[in-house]
């Protein structure tokens, strides 16, 4: 997993006390939280299962119980497509802030970011 660049800096400012193993999991895909959903569980546990999709999930789980957000939610877009996001185009920690900075998943780049979703919407226009 990759994140945007200048993305760890504002990791690092935001969140200094998640820093590492936030970076631990999108970097290295190393889990040190318990992923709280069964199936999410059952898949990390037996890794030669997992898909590119299902670690972005799990990372979004682990980062929403450390920073105390409300819940991965998404971004749609009706003109985008995709056989795994549908018609996401972000997925985020819910803040309850629009613009309030957050981890956010870009599904059609494949990176992960730190920045709010309105200013993602916004920069997608």
Avoid at 75 to 90: F, G, H, L
Wanted: net charge negative; aromatic share 12%.
């Amino acid at each position: 997993m990759k994140l945007r660049r200048g993305a760890k800096k504002m990791l690092k400012h935001h969140w200094p006390e998640h820093y590492n193993e936030i970076m631990d999991m999108i970097e290295n895909e190393i889990f040190r939280s318990e992923i709280p959903n069964k199936i999410l569980r059952f898949e990390y546990e037996n890794r030669y299962r997992m898909t590119k999709s299902l670690i972005v999930d799990c990372i979004l789980d682990v980062c929403d119980q450390l920073l105390d957000t409300c819940g991965v939610e998404s971004v749609n877009d009706e003109n985008s497509w995709d056989d795994y996001y549908a018609n996401s185009i972000a997925l985020y920690c819910n803040t309850g802030d629009s613009y309030a900075p957050t981890i956010l998943y870009d599904t059609e780049m494949g990176l992960f970011d730190v920045t709010s979703w309105g200013d993602f919407v916004e920069n997608k226009r």
